[in-house]
């Protein structure tokens, strides 16, 4: 079959294109040959159970440790580097006094950091709280009283904006981070000399608060924890047949449900190398589908 055949007539349609794209781009194609039972089945034996989702990445990060697994332009990271950046952004969170169980609301644009941040609350044992770069002040307002952060990071371009409504919602702290990476997050970052070790939690401890999207009433802040998340990732790592042998083209939003669990956490527990784009474009993903495929 013409790999590029499915998405034929999509070009005028950024959003179908996208979402169509980014499902799953890997490196190796295979056939479909798992059923229903063996799809639900447990995972193979070398897939020790964990506790938590971040001690299945972790442990899935230091098994290979010089692998690549992360790369964002110019950039690229070996497990082992992934883990130590990782805990020196939760060193630098818990020096803000964040605590297990604590939110950290966080509006940027698309960034390596960005993964870090977000692998970060979890092993501070926090709650990360994704936002939408699109919603507006009195959205804010609302998600940030209703999930009551302790720590927002926003895109520098709107921190003053963001920093007026945390104040006003009793957020300690409002932070910023970059899609270049800088930032007054990524300062505090650099003073910290030792990554902090995973601050143990059970699994059904929560991990996200995602918000829905409204269409029918007011968001709903959709409590999800560390079992729900990792379940599903380990039912589609053997369902979708990945392993460290594949590339995912990663191009939706780190806010997006599909962005950020299934593409992230499927390839960061199969050790899959992630290739990072900043968001979809239809010429950079043709141009990196025919690195991989022509």
């Known amino acids: 079959m013409n790999l590029l ?8 349609d950024r959003d179908a294109g996208a979402t169509v794209l980014a499902i799953v781009l890997v490196h190796q194609l295979r ?35 010089a692998s690549v697994v992360l790369e964002s332009g110019e ?63 009195r959205e804010l307002e609302y998600f940030f009283g209703d999930a009551a952060p302790k720590i927002c990071v926003a895109a520098p371009e709107r921190v003053e904006e963001l920093a007026a409504i945390a104040r006003s919602c009793g957020v300690a702290h409002c932070l910023t981070l970059g899609a270049d990476g800088g930032g007054t997050l990524p300062q505090i970052v650099l003073a910290q000399s030792t990554p902090a070790p995973p601050v143990a939690r059970a699994a ?9 999207s409204g269409t029918t009433g007011r968001s709903k802040g959709a409590m999800i924890s560390h079992a729900n998340l990792l379940a599903n990732a380990q039912t589609l790592v053997r369902a979708w047949g990945f392993t460290a042998r594949d590339v995912l083209l990663h191009a939706l939003p780190l806010y997006h449900i599909h962005g950020l669990f299934v593409a992230l956490h499927c390839a960061l527990l ?20 025919a690195c991989f495929f022509f």
């Open 5 to 12: 055949q499915p998405f034929a007539g999509l070009h005028g």
């Open 204 to 212: 059904n401890n929560l991990a996200v608060i995602c918000y829905t």
């Open 31 to 65: 056939q479909w040959d798992v059923g229903v039972t063996s799809i639900f089945a447990p995972l193979a034996s070398n897939s020790s159970p964990m506790s938590t989702l971040y001690d299945a990445i972790q442990s899935s990060l230091l098994c290979a440790p």
């Open 75 to 137: 950039h690229a990271w070996s497990g082992e580097a992934l883990d130590h950046w990782v805990g020196l952004y939760a060193a630098a969170l818990q020096s803000l006094g964040l605590q297990p169980g604590d939110r950290v609301a966080v509006q940027i644009e698309k960034s390596a950091e960005n993964v870090a941040l977000y692998l970060a609350v979890l092993r501070a044992g926090g709650i990360y709280v994704p936002l939408n770069t699109g919603y507006v002040a």
């Open 270 to 289: 199969s050790r899959a190398r992630i290739l990072l784009l900043p968001k979809f474009d239809t010429t950079t993903v043709l141009a990196s589908l």
